[in-house]
């Protein structure tokens, strides 16, 4: 079989098909919004809403309105109540992001426990990408335009916001509304990316592209393209392989995604682990010895990064 048949093959499959559009869909939008969260600091931040989102979901069904609603809703309260918490007691955010996140959760599970359903609602927790209908493709599309949109509407004040919100303030701006504006989209993204890797799984999409990106370059608008190619190319190669292994696919998306970023922290030239020991070892190799008139000429290697690289 050759390597186009492997890749054609499941195309044939409409459940296929669905699976690679809302993944794509979902991996586009995380990935942007990953480069904002890596930069403000907010990993936390996005484990927490990724995981408050169970109890919505779970009651969304029994109510039988859309799990998207349900999601977003307790997505929001999970955001409302840490900034609550923070702003009205000693408890640091760390420390109100963990209080929230895991009490949301456990409502979650206890939900699931005791609400009797024909629907394995496990399938919430750990993905069931190669199970979206059309409705519920429609429903991931949806949101992931609503909230692209958003993030490339609003992408120089929240890029200003991330890297100085003095300077965001000082020219008008205001910090507290664009960090809401992040939040809300945060909250709609986990959303997103609920169906394609599960509860658990869904900071992964919302952290590792950002993170790999930020290891690849220093300029933002660079990162922006790098994250979700990266994150694309990682979680097609993640479905494609769920289908011929016939694994987890939300677990195999995210362990293409960790693998790409194990490479590139080893292997990067100027930031991966091996590459500086390279580039510091070709470096000694070429110092002239003691007592040579003759000093190593600057070359590229010698370009001093920018600080925080």
């Given at each position: 079989?050759?390597?186009?048949?492997?890749i054609?093959e499941?195309?044939?499959?409409?459940f296929?098909?669905?699976?690679l559009?809302?993944?794509?869909?979902?991996?586009?939008?995380?990935?942007?919004?990953?480069?904002?969260?890596?930069?403000?600091?907010?990993?936390?931040?996005?484990?927490?809403?990724?995981?408050?989102?169970?109890?919505?979901?779970?009651?969304?069904?029994?109510?039988?309105?859309?799990?998207?609603?349900?999601?977003?809703?307790f997505?929001?309260?999970?955001?409302?109540?840490?900034?609550?918490?923070?702003?009205?007691?000693?408890?640091?955010?760390?420390?109100?992001?963990?209080?929230?996140?895991?009490?949301?959760?456990?409502?979650?599970?206890?939900?699931?426990?005791?609400?009797?359903?024909q629907?394995?609602?496990?399938?919430?927790?750990?993905?069931?990408?190669?199970?979206?209908?059309?409705?519920?493709?429609?429903?991931?599309?949806?949101?992931a335009?609503?909230?692209?949109?958003?993030?490339?509407?609003?992408?120089?004040?929240?890029?200003l916001?991330?890297?100085?919100?003095?300077?965001?303030?000082?020219?008008?701006?205001?910090?507290?509304?664009?960090?809401?504006?992040?939040?809300?989209?945060?909250?709609?993204?986990?959303v997103?990316?609920?169906?394609?890797?599960?509860?658990?799984?869904?900071v992964?999409?919302?952290?590792?592209?950002?993170?790999?990106?930020?290891?690849?370059?220093?300029r933002?608008?660079?990162?922006?393209?790098?994250?979700?190619?990266?994150?694309?190319?990682?979680?097609?190669?993640?479905i494609?392989?769920s289908?011929?292994l016939?694994?987890?696919?939300?677990?195999?998306?995210?362990?293409?995604q960790?693998?790409?970023?194990?490479?590139?922290?080893?292997?990067?030239?100027?930031?991966?682990?091996?590459?500086r020991?390279?580039?510091?070892?070709?470096?000694?190799?070429?110092?002239p010895?003691?007592?040579?008139?003759?000093?190593?000429?600057?070359?590229?290697?010698?370009?001093?990064?920018?600080?925080?690289?």
């Amino acid at each position: 079989m050759s390597p186009l048949d492997l890749i054609l093959e499941p195309l044939q499959y409409d459940f296929m098909v669905r699976a690679l559009v809302a993944t794509v869909a979902a991996a586009i939008v995380c990935a942007l919004l990953s480069c904002w969260l890596v930069l403000v600091g907010w990993s936390l931040m996005g484990d927490a809403v990724s995981h408050a989102v169970l109890p919505g979901v779970v009651l969304a069904y029994v109510l039988g309105a859309p799990f998207a609603l349900g999601a977003l809703l307790f997505g929001v309260l999970a955001v409302v109540l840490i900034g609550a918490i923070r702003g009205t007691s000693r408890v640091k955010e760390d420390a109100a992001i963990g209080i929230v996140f895991t009490t949301l959760f456990a409502l979650g599970l206890v939900l699931i426990s005791v609400t009797p359903s024909q629907t394995d609602l496990n399938h919430i927790i750990v993905g069931n990408i190669l199970g979206v209908g059309m409705g519920d493709l429609f429903q991931i599309c949806l949101l992931a335009a609503v909230a692209f949109v958003v993030l490339v509407l609003k992408r120089r004040d929240l890029t200003l916001y991330a890297f100085d919100p003095l300077h965001a303030q000082a020219i008008g701006l205001s910090p507290r509304f664009l960090g809401g504006v992040l939040l809300g989209v945060l909250a709609l993204t986990s959303v997103v990316a609920l169906q394609v890797v599960g509860v658990v799984l869904v900071v992964a999409m919302l952290i590792v592209p950002g993170a790999t990106a930020h290891l690849l370059t220093d300029r933002f608008g660079r990162m922006l393209l790098l994250a979700p190619s990266i994150s694309v190319s990682s979680s097609v190669l993640g479905i494609l392989l769920s289908f011929w292994l016939d694994a987890s696919s939300g677990g195999l998306i995210v362990l293409v995604q960790g693998g790409v970023f194990a490479l590139v922290y080893l292997l990067e030239p100027r930031r991966g682990l091996l590459g500086r020991g390279l580039t510091a070892r070709r470096r000694r190799k070429q110092r002239p010895r003691a007592g040579s008139p003759e000093r190593e000429a600057p070359g590229e290697d010698a370009a001093v990064l920018p600080r925080g690289s």
